[in-house]
């Protein structure tokens, strides 16, 4: 079997809101980019990244995967991510693998979690994941903890999440905080709780802020100060665990932060961790060093989840609650459109190799969608009502 063709589209979905974060907003819409790997015996594998339109930088790898077996992928990782200095970008290749594995899965006729060494669950739990929202559904932004909190509320009562995490680094941090702390008072002791100011907090203030939710007991601080020197900092200093997603996230990075001990638990992520495999070698790097290991999110869509949901099976100790934004779109590209949410979790698909096809009157549709509305991310994720503010690290 030989890999013939490459085709890739870029498309972006409505979201319900416009969601703030520390680098800017999302001005209500998700952006992906979706890669099609033809074979010459007719298998389409379906691959899907994210941070902009990636058209481009795909298309320029083309060349170096045609003519190759989706089977080799160590091959097709040299290839593509160890031998070419200025296009080495773990993103790119985790969409080939991705797609890759997909045809793997349709030519055995088994499901892409068999590939991986199997399912030890049908299902993943995913989280309730609250931003600070311009133009809510129903109108208005959101302006203080108790927006945020009856969110939490909304979405466990509608999606039946028994989690949530606070996209942080936004507001003041003490206001910050009393989210999780409303949270805790309204939805008990045994609802999860997670914080992410995505390192943009001095380290003062994530120990001030961190030493304050001691006494709600987090799942975990992620991402409280910059770096793994800042990350190590405030683990030394307060009595919740540490997560990332930042530092590190990737191997160059992985041995420095367990020597400098800057973290307990690593999100993974099938971009940042160089695939579906990638993230299984992570996995046993962080079991040999008694690490924790959770899923991040990155806006997905139906054929990254799906990748998500075949990995996060496949891993014994991952036993919290996946991050996902999925509860925010307002529509998807795959065929039956969103996967539905039951009693918080999402289905494993069952289907041959990622168990999703793409729906091609969506895809057409939201291809449209995103030639009208444009890339956002070359606009720095600006926010319209503060057109002079820029992101500061340890501005708080």
Known sequence: MKIVDLRVRTVAIPTDAKLRHSSGVHPGYFIRTILELITDEGLIGLGEVGGGDQRG??????????????????????????????????????AIEMACLDIQGKAAGRPLSDLLGGA????????????????????????????????????????????????????????????????????????????DPNGVWSVPTAVRIGRRLEAIAPEYFEDPAWGLVGNAAVREQVRIPIATNMYPAKFDDLGPAIRLGAVDVVLTDLHYWEGPRGVKDLTA???????????????????????????????????????????????????????????????????????????????????????????????FHVDDRKPDWVPTVGGF
């Open 120 to 195: 030890v669950r049908a299902e993943i739990p995913f989280i309730a994941y609250l931003f600070w929202r311009y133009d809510r559904p129903g109108g208005g932004d959101d302006t203080r903890a108790e927006d945020l909190a009856d969110e939490s509320e909304a979405l466990h009562e509608r999606l039946g999440v028994n989690a949530m995490k606070m996209k942080a680094g936004v507001e003041r941090p003490e206001e910050e905080a009393r989210v999780l702390e409303l949270c805790r008072d309204r939805l008990g002791d045994g609802f999860g709780l997670r914080i």
């Open 57 to 94: 930088a795909l298309l320029k790898l083309k060349p170096r995967i045609l003519g190759l077996d989706p089977f080799h992928l160590e091959v097709i990782k040299l290839k593509v991510l160890r031998s070419i200095y200025y296009l080495s970008n773990a993103r790119l290749y985790a």
């Open 285 to 379: 790097v962080c079991r040999t060093f008694g690490l924790g290991v959770a899923m991040h999110s990155g806006t997905e869509f139906g054929i990254e989840l799906a990748a998500m949901l075949h990995t996060a099976s496949t891993i014994p100790e991952m036993i919290t609650a996946g991050d996902a934004h999925y509860h925010y779109l307002t529509d998807d590209i795959i065929a039956g459109g969103l996967m539905e949410y039951r009693d918080g979790s999402i289905a494993v698909p069952t289907g041959a190799g990622l168990g999703v096809e793409l729906d091609p009157e969506k895809m057409d549709k939201y291809e449209r969608y995103f030639e009208e509305h444009g890339d956002y991310y070359a606009r």
